[in-house]
């Protein structure tokens, strides 16, 4: 079995990508109000900050803050996958390989993670974030997924509401990981 090595900075800010296993299911912006009291449930029990975040049918990406002098992210992706796939019914089909373990099969096992090195690359994965529901082709303009942060940057006053307009997907962007 791999050994994955990941980076850990206590305090430190990551950009996360975790994929559904099924990745034709909808079930994340089907049980949008379970996926939030997932995160909410964790954020009480081991704090941590939500920069920026969208949910898609079947993947999420997000950038959170740790608290100083804590580096534990993985325990508090665990918990969140655990708590939303414990309150989602037992539909999904399961391998062999996860029935043994007492696996549920919906969530992918692993998942990205990238420490956050500059306000540069901060600026880049929020983008990326924002743009993700446009790059896959569930909307036409970013203000219109409701599944994303992007809503409280342009209450916040730190976007406006026509951000980026209608933008055709083959145009350059330098978001994300360089």
Not at 43 to 59: C, G, N, S
Request: aromatic share 14%.
């Amino acid at each position: 079995m791999p050994n994955y090595h990941r980076l850990k900075f206590k305090g430190g800010c990551y950009f996360f990508t975790l994929n559904l296993l099924n990745r034709r299911s909808t079930l994340l912006t089907d049980q949008i109000d379970l996926l939030r009291n997932s995160f909410s449930q964790i954020k009480r029990k081991r704090a941590f900050h939500i920069d920026a975040i969208v949910i898609l049918p079947d993947h999420l990406h997000c950038i959170w803050t740790l608290p100083q002098g804590d580096a534990d992210y993985k325990t508090r992706w665990v918990l969140i996958k655990s708590e939303f796939s414990r309150h989602t019914p037992a539909i999904e089909k399961r391998s062999v390989s996860r029935r043994k373990r007492g696996e549920r099969g919906i969530w992918q096992r692993r998942f990205w993670e990238h420490w956050i090195r500059s306000d540069d690359d901060y600026a880049r994965h929020i983008d990326y974030i924002h743009w993700n529901p446009v790059k896959h082709q569930h909307v036409a303009k970013v203000k219109d997924w409701p599944y994303s942060s992007f809503h409280s940057y342009v209450e916040k006053g730190l976007l406006t509401q026509d951000w980026l307009g209608d933008v055709n997907e083959d145009r350059s962007m330098n978001w994300g990981e360089k």
